[in-house]
């Protein structure tokens, strides 16, 4: 509703000095973007205003350039992976925009500033607009095929302004990726424009795919195929257009929300989801704002490290910007965005152990029962999928890592939400899994599997050190679940197998002369093979140390037997790493290895092919991908092998060396999209990625505060192992079960002081520190023998508020 300028002037006649500043002030309506100025927000950088941004929502989201534009881009449909998605279709390329003043027309396509909120953005033009600034915002509601996008006009001049406003929709009704698998074929869009409604309305030819837009604020003309801001878009669709005629007096603003809504079912949905949305947009922005506060207090992290501190709070919203919701198909956590929008296996186990943590029981649930029903519908034999897309099609039924995973995800859930109904649901497919894995994939019957982990480098599906890793904690885990299941015969079977393969990953895959763990083992004449490869990539990409590395190894190797298998170390891989992330590597073994990990980091984080390593690694910070023309990892930094090491430093209780790796990440944190860290640092590949709240979350939450719960049992054991600056930490609102927790950290020169308080006073918290490190022990004032087991002290309380000091012994 406009303000009463009447009413306004009236007051300003009181007094010159009141008049003086009323003239300033600017009289606008009561705008959607105004319902989000009390928010967090972050303003992108100049250089990166040509890069690409997110309206994240679960059933649609947009993807364009922060400039305003809608480029094609995006590899795995080239060019098709940015514009308005409502999955498993398309709805729109994109649109643009335009302002007529005095014959000149001036498109809106080149913004100054974009600013990115948890739930929301806004790009604001100023340039080459005289006495006139713009603004675009837009967010897609909760739970609707629904985009909504708010223009408004200011007159910062102090003449009246006439302007006309232009707005243009491209459609592109198309298939996702696959979509061939299930018969969608894509056909030319047609639009017709809707009386009643005053909106466009947009059909596939060949399907019932849909897409409207429109305003309450009626147009005064509408058409089609108007030529508008050079944008020419590929595709099979068409493009119609709004225009509107505004009056702007001095220092006032109006505003204009579009809808966009779609539907890959109907008609009549798209036009129920349009009147909705346009009804209700206020209150459905005000509901998004409200769910991502809650967001924010879950899980809550305070510590002396603001920028870490921030990355945390936003890697949460950047989970849920990737929320994927399907209904015929399901609903899950997506890998990343733009390339990545549909469903994988290995990343939802690495996410959703972190995600966990952050008291997301509901996504998580969701998650892993989406992945479950998708892998027993391709699979039915425990094998869980790696890749399907958002119309169900598997395109890759799952690598041997993805199975041994899933077992160590469904126990992590099961530790924090103590749920045995959950446990039950999931256990008969991890023990048809396990069993898939050795009989089908260890053909040699040597108890580790063959086939391709998480490198998929030409040749890498002989004995990989990640499968090998993650299949021992399989079977680890799996023996507690035997035991949760009354299978005790069973859970010693699975303990036994597990034990062997931890000695073997001890002792097979060390290669002391690297003093690393192998990338994998196999023949010397496999291993001579991926030399030549590797030699061929390092001199490609002028690694000249890499090539005389791989030189001489080959040289050493080729007086070898040519079927000798052994551990052999070429590629020095990220995944050389898991046997400290899973916490199974020999203690001596697990320090060297992880220092023989420092040779293979940048300022952003670990490579995840060792020999891409440049000289400069650890030292130069100039150097972006943004300008590579051709999508690749190759020379890959990420964020996944930066957070296994940092998991694998405090394994091996070197807390300082693992915030060392959460900064180098940190670094990344709106390096190129504001408030999100892209998944290949700094600034290439997904501009948001899942896997970020496991690389963050796990150190954080698990590991420097310590908690590791067993909520069956009502029991959190906390073992804080904090990094030598941080003397101060809160988290808070830390969801385990049915109860809640807060921990508040405390350090000086000659205590620690821990204060607990948890909603459940019958639960028990067992609270260790290392052994013989403190002198006494107090709770609430009163001092407690603690009790030992292996290297640590440990004390076992109850209640709602706990208050632990410990003095430092001398």
Same mark, same amino acid.
């Given at each position: 509703m406009i303000r009463s300028r009447i009413g306004i002037l009236l007051l300003c006649l009181t007094s010159t000095f009141i008049l003086n500043n009323c003239a300033k002030k600017v009289l606008s309506e009561e705008r959607l973007a105004d319902q989000v100025s009390d928010s967090e927000s972050i303003t992108g950088k100049s250089n990166y205003i040509n890069s690409p941004f997110l309206t994240a929502g679960d059933r649609v989201y947009m993807v364009g350039h922060q400039n305003g534009t809608f480029p094609d881009l995006g590899w795995h449909v080239a060019g098709e992976m940015g514009g308005i998605w409502d999955h498993p279709i398309k709805l729109l390329d994109g649109f643009t925009a335009s302002i007529t003043i005095d014959n000149q027309s001036i498109c809106l396509n080149q913004a100054d500033t974009f600013v990115n909120y948890p739930y929301a953005n806004k790009h604001i033009f100023t340039s080459g607009l005289k006495d006139i600034k713009a603004e675009r915002f837009q967010f897609v509601p909760d739970g609707k095929e629904a985009v909504v996008i708010e223009y408004s006009f200011t007159n910062t001049g102090s003449e009246n302004k006439l302007l006309t406003f232009d707005f243009n929709a491209y459609t592109d009704l198309r298939p996702v990726w696959l979509g061939e698998k299930t018969n969608m074929v894509d056909a030319a869009d047609f639009a017709s424009w809707n009386e009643n409604s005053k909106s466009w309305m947009a059909k596939d030819s060949l399907n019932e795919w849909y897409v409207t837009f429109g305003s309450e604020t009626e147009a005064q003309k509408h058409q089609q195929n108007k030529k508008s801001c050079d944008y020419k878009p590929q595709g099979k669709g068409c493009q119609a257009s709004l225009i509107y005629e505004i009056s702007l007096e001095p220092n006032t603003s109006k505003s204009i929300s579009i809808v966009i809504a779609g539907s890959y079912k109907s008609e009549s949905n798209a036009k129920e989801t349009f009147a909705a949305v346009k009804q209700n947009a206020s209150k459905l922005l005000e509901e998004k704002k409200k769910r991502y506060a809650g967001l924010a207090e879950k899980t809550k992290l305070t510590i002396p490290d603001k920028d870490l501190e921030q990355a945390f709070r936003w890697v949460k919203y950047n989970t849920d910007w990737l929320v994927r919701d399907v209904p015929e198909v399901g609903r899950g956590l997506s890998a990343g965005a733009p390339d990545y929008p549909w469903w994988f296996g290995v990343d939802s186990e690495y996410s959703l152990q972190g995600l966990i943590t952050t008291g997301r029981k509901d996504l998580v649930y969701q998650s892993i029962d989406n992945i479950f029903k998708l892998s027993e519908k391709a699979n039915g034999n425990g094998r869980i999928v790696h890749e399907v897309s958002t119309n169900g099609v598997v395109f890759n039924p799952g690598n041997v890592n993805e199975t041994p995973q899933f077992a160590i995800l469904i126990w992590t859930v099961y530790r924090w939400t103590g749920d045995k109904e959950f446990l039950k649901k999931y256990y008969p497919t991890i023990k048809k899994g396990l069993e898939w894995l050795l009989k089908e994939n260890d053909k040699d019957g040597n108890l580790l599997p063959d086939g391709f982990g998480m490198m998929e480098i030409h040749g890498m599906n002989s004995e990989m050190i990640d499968v090998a890793a993650y !299949?021992?904690?399989?079977?680890?885990?799996?023996?507690?679940?035997a035991k949760e299941m009354g299978e005790n015969q069973l859970a010693e079977k699975y303990k036994n197998i597990s034990g062997q393969i931890r000695q073997k990953v001890n002792q097979d895959f060390w290669v002391a002369d690297n003093n690393s763990f192998a990338?994998?083992? %196999?023949? !010397?004449?496999?291993?001579?093979?991926?030399?030549?490869?590797?030699?061929?990539?390092?001199?490609?990409?002028?690694? =000249?140390?890499?090539? &005389?590395?791989?030189?001489? #190894?080959?040289?050493?190797? #080729?007086?070898? =037997? %040519?079927?000798?298998?052994?551990?052999f170390v070429v590629h020095h891989n990220w995944v050389v790493n898991t046997p400290m992330e899973m916490g199974i590597a020999d203690s001596a073994k697990a320090i060297s290895a992880l220092n023989t990990a420092t040779k293979f980091i940048n300022p952003f984080g670990v490579f995840v092919t060792g020999i891409d390593r440049d000289e400069s690694a650890g030292k130069d910070e100039s150097s972006a991908a943004v300008n590579k023309k051709v999508f690749n990892y190759t020379g890959a930094v990420m964020t996944l092998p930066t957070g296994v090491l940092a998991i694998s430093e405090n394994n091996y209780g070197r807390p300082d060396e693992a915030l060392n790796y959460l900064k180098r990440m940190t670094k990344s944190f709106s390096y190129a999209l504001p408030g999100s860290i892209y998944e290949v640092s700094p600034d290439y590949g997904m501009m948001s990625q899942a896997w970020n709240i496991y690389s963050y979350a796990v150190p954080i939450v698990t590991q420097f505060f310590g908690i590791n719960p067993i909520a069956s049992t009502k029991t959190i054991f906390i073992s804080p192992q904090m990094p030598s600056t941080w003397n101060e930490a809160n988290l808070e609102n830390i969801l385990v079960g049915d109860n809640e927790i807060d921990i508040k950290y405390t350090k000086t020169k000659s205590s620690i002081n821990l204060d607990l308080t948890q909603t459940k006073e019958n639960w028990k918290l067992k609270i260790a520190? =290392?052994?013989?490190?403190?002198?006494?022990?107090?709770?609430?004032?009163?001092?407690?023998?603690?009790?030992? @087991? %292996?290297?640590?002290?440990?004390? &076992? @309380?109850? %209640?709602?508020?706990i208050s632990l000091k410990l003095n430092k012994t001398l």
């Open positions: !299949t021992q904690k399989a079977f680890s885990v799996a023996s507690e679940m990338d994998f083992i %196999g023949t !010397t004449k496999q291993a001579i093979h991926l030399i030549d490869d590797a030699i061929i990539r390092a001199d490609t990409l002028k690694k =000249p140390w890499a090539v &005389e590395e791989l030189r001489a #190894s080959k040289n050493r190797l #080729s007086k070898l =037997p %040519g079927d000798k298998k052994q551990g520190f =290392p052994q013989n490190k403190y002198t006494n022990w107090i709770v609430n004032g009163k001092e407690i023998k603690p009790k030992s @087991v %292996g290297k640590s002290d440990f004390i &076992e @309380v109850t %209640g709602k508020a």
